[in-house]
Each structure stands twice: as C-alpha cells, then as structure tokens.
C-alpha cells in the first residue's frame, strides 16, 4: 500500500489563518494584537533558524514578537530577572524561552520561573500537571500539533494502538499522554525496550521521537499503520527524519515527510497557544 503524505505545511497553513482571522478581529475592535516574547541565549544555529522561523509566523499571523537576544555568558540570575519582568508586563503574552539553554544555566530552573499563564511552550509544572489531568492550560506545541494533524486529516485515534518511540518530557511523554485522552491505547518505548521492533509492528499508530536518521524501517510497521516522523536529523544528505521515508510509506497507510511534517505543526501550535493566552489574560 502506497503511503499518503500527510502535509503539516498545508495544515499548518490553515491553523496559522485561522488564527490570524482571530487576530485580525480583535484589532479591528481597537484591542492591541497579542504580544510573544522570545528569549535567545547563545547563539546555537539551529536555535537561530527555529527563532527566525516564529518570528516569520508570528508575522504572517498578525501577532506582535518582541526578541531579547542574550549573551551566551548571561546568569541564570539575569535571565530569571528578565523573565521576572515579562511575567509581570501586562503587554506580554506569551513568553518562550528557546532550548537548549548554553552553559550551566538549568533549563529547569529557568522554565519554572516562566508564569504559567505565559507559558506558551506548554513545559511549567503547572501545565503539565494539567495536561495529566486533563484539564484546561497550555498544551506543549510539538504534542498537540501532532495530535492535530492526525485529527485533521480525518484518523480515527478511539482504541487505536499507539506505539511512541522516545519518552522525552518535550515529545515522547506528552504525546502519550494526549493519545490516551483521546482514548488510544499507548505503549511507550525508549533506549532500553526490549523487542522494539515486534512492539511497533503491532501498532495502528507510529509516533517516531528518538533523534536516530531512518531508524524505523519497513520491516517494523504494519501494513497500513499511520506513521508520525517527528525527528529532525541532519546527515551530508539534508534533513531527514526517524523513519525511513522512501520505504516506509510503501507500508504505511499515511506517513509525515521530513521536513513539512510535524516542525510547521509545532509553529503553527505555538501561534494558537500565544492567542489562547491572550484571550485569558484578556478576558
Ligand atoms: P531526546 O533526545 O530528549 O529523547 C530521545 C528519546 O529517544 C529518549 O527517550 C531515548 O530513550 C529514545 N531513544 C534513543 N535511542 C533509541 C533507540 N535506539 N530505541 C528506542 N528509543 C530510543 O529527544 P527529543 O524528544 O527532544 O527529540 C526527538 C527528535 O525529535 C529529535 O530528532 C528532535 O530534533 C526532534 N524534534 C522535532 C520537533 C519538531 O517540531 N518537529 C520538536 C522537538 C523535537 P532514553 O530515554 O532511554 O534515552
């Protein structure tokens, strides 16, 4: 069976004017345009396209960016001060504070800092402990764009087996976490699961986050699953993601391409989240 592409740009496209509709509402009623704050420390290359590429979002969607570009050499005491005066300027948003962070600041330490309420990146305790429960709050980006694009394109998630590669607070864990709300049935795998391949070829739904290029291969996919490639590698060929596209989309039922998969998903979801938390602060 010949895999179909499930294209994160043309479902990101839709969300992003979806929400800037939104937006353009609430500034023609005479309101101020929701505001994100990104913060920048260091100067790692890939952090710099990541930024520029919200930055170009938030441009097409209507929202305002504001940028603080750090030294690498920033303490963790300024950063948390400056973080102090985002939570605390009634202009602001959204805060996202781009990972990884250099030196010895602790991600941690500084991401706790960040109010929940801003937290547009979804990472905070407090939001994770809501997404746990499953009750309103900011729901981290790369998750919540992948569970998006598998309901936009019509899958059908009730009591289908799910199979996560990767157990990363950032992806493995919350993803799972959504897809049993939405009543999946989740097996989570990582570095040390025995019969990996055997586990994945049982699964109905494929969500690849382990960082490793073309490492699900078509012998470890059922025919017809549905296969999520989150991962970002690059190799002297380009981008390329966890799976191993060229093969595996002749099993699989539908298939992600990396890139124009999940990353504009992950952009797209952050733009929802910075006017989500617009419209609590402001309403
Ligand atoms: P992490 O490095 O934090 O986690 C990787 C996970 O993969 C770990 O849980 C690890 O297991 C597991 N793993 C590693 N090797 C294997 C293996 N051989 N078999 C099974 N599991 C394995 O990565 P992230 O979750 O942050 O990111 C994963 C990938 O997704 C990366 O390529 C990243 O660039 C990409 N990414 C893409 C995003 C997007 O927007 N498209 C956003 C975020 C990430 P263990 O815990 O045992 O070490």
Redesign the pocket.
């Known amino acids: 069976m010949a895999g179909e592409l499930i294209s994160g740009k043309a479902i990101s496209k839709a969300i992003r004017g979806e929400v800037k509709e939104e937006v353009a509402k609430i500034v023609a009623s005479g309101k101020r345009a929701p505001v994100l704050a990104v913060v920048l420390a260091g100067k790692d290359p890939a952090s710099e396209i990541y930024v520029n590429n919200k930055k170009k979002a938030c441009h097409k969607t209507g929202i305002t960016s504001i940028e603080h570009i750090l030294d690498e050499k920033i303490s963790e005491k300024e950063l948390i001060t400056l973080i102090d005066k985002l939570n605390n300027d009634p202009d602001i948003d959204g805060i996202l504070v781009q990972l990884p962070l250099p030196g010895k600041l602790h991600e941690h330490v500084v991401l706790e800092k960040i109010s929940p309420t801003k937290d547009v990146d979804g990472f905070h305790p407090v939001n994770v402990g809501r997404l746990v429960a499953n009750t309103p709050g900011l729901r981290p980006?790369?998750p919540a764009?992948i569970v998006e694009m598998l309901k936009r394109t019509g899958i059908e998630l009730s009591g289908k087996k799910v199979i996560i590669?990767?157990?990363?607070?950032?992806?493995?864990k919350p993803v799972a976490t959504m897809l049993l709300h939405e009543s999946c049935t989740v097996t989570i795998?990582?570095?040390?699961?025995r019969g990996?391949k055997e586990i994945c070829r049982r699964g109905d739904i494929i969500v690849?986050?382990?960082?490793?290029p073309k490492?699900v291969t078509k012998d470890m996919v059922k025919d017809g699953a549905v296969v999520i490639d989150?991962?970002?590698?690059r190799t002297d060929n380009g981008l390329c993601?966890?799976a191993d596209f060229e093969n595996v989309k002749d099993v699989a039922s539908y298939i992600t391409p990396?890139p124009g998969?999940?990353?504009p998903?992950?952009?797209a979801m952050l733009m929802v989240n910075t006017l989500t938390a617009y419209k609590s602060a402001t309403t």
């Open positions: 980006c790369t764009g590669l990767g157990r990363s607070n950032i992806v493995g795998c990582h570095s040390r699961t990996l690849a986050a382990i960082g490793k490492f989150v991962g970002i590698n993601g966890d990396v998969g999940v990353g998903m992950t952009i």
